[in-house]
């Protein structure tokens, strides 16, 4: 069976290396995920996406004002970037691009609630498809508490190695939430909509659901992803 690559990238603003390092494990996960169950997907990394601080927005928000990136522009990047790689003369059968952010997902017309919309956005565009997922929701204060920690140049010997042992635990959470989150994407992408049993494409009400859910697709899921894998497959140019 050919097989479907979904562009991936990632947008480097107000992204520290702990997490970025963690969310391209994330991303190996994810493909060996497809490969142990049979799926003719994969990820292909196409570089990461740096945007200008001119369309910086300001959002108030529970937590204060965030400074972020209106979702408007990152999908213009995200579709301009997955252009040029389908327009390439070797290009893959692919048409369809995940970028993943750190900052929260929010619009200029209207906000999105965080806790809402952290299953992230898609679009589609003359044949091409567009997703972005936001990674801050699946960050607990905690992480985000002892990644400033860790920053910190004052920092002393015994509180880092106890940070550092938080840090593990709380990383460890961080992946499993966003692998689901890009596997609940990735269903979308090829036709699943939501669905009530143990199985990521179950949205939650609260991230501690979110936990509790399987890291993979429950069996119907599975079967309709797998067939529209087979008859609707996209052929390149
Ligand atoms: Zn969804
Ligand atoms: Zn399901």
């Known amino acids: 069976m050919a097989m479907e690559f979904i562009g991936f990238t990632y947008v480097t603003n107000f992204l520290g290396k702990t997490l970025r ?21 994969r990820f292909l990394y196409l ?13 108030k928000t529970k937590e204060g004002s965030v400074k972020l990136y209106p979702l408007e522009v990152v999908i213009d990047f995200l579709d301009y970037r997955l252009k040029v790689e389908m327009e390439k003369e070797d290009s893959l059968a692919m048409n369809k691009i995940l970028g993943l952010v750190s900052f929260p997902l929010a619009s200029r ?12 956005f898609q679009t589609e565009r003359v044949g091409r498809r567009i997703m972005v997922l936001s990674m801050r929701p699946f960050e607990s204060d905690v992480l985000r508490m ?10 002393e010997d015994e509180v880092k190695s106890l940070a ?11 992946k499993a939430r966003l692998l689901k989150g890009i596997l609940h994407e990735v269903g979308h992408a090829f036709g699943l909509e939501h669905c009530s049993n143990a199985c990521v494409m179950n949205p939650p009400a609260t991230i501690e659901e979110w936990d509790l859910r399987p890291v993979g697709f429950c069996r119907p899921c599975m079967g309709k992803l ?10 390149p140019r």
């Open 21 to 41: 390092d963690a969310m391209f494990e994330v991303i190996d996960s994810a493909n060996r995920l497809f490969e142990d169950w049979g799926l003719s997907i």
């Open 226 to 235: 797998k067939e529209n894998l087979r008859t609707s497959r996209f052929v």
């Open 146 to 155: 002892t990644l400033r920690t860790l920053e910190s140049p004052s920092v």
């Open 47 to 59: 570089d990461s996406l740096t945007l200008e601080p001119g369309y910086l927005i300001s959002v």
């Open 109 to 120: 017309n209207r906000y999105f609630d965080i806790y809402e919309s952290f299953l992230g």
């Open 164 to 174: 550092t042992k938080i840090l593990r635990r709380e990383l460890e959470t961080f």
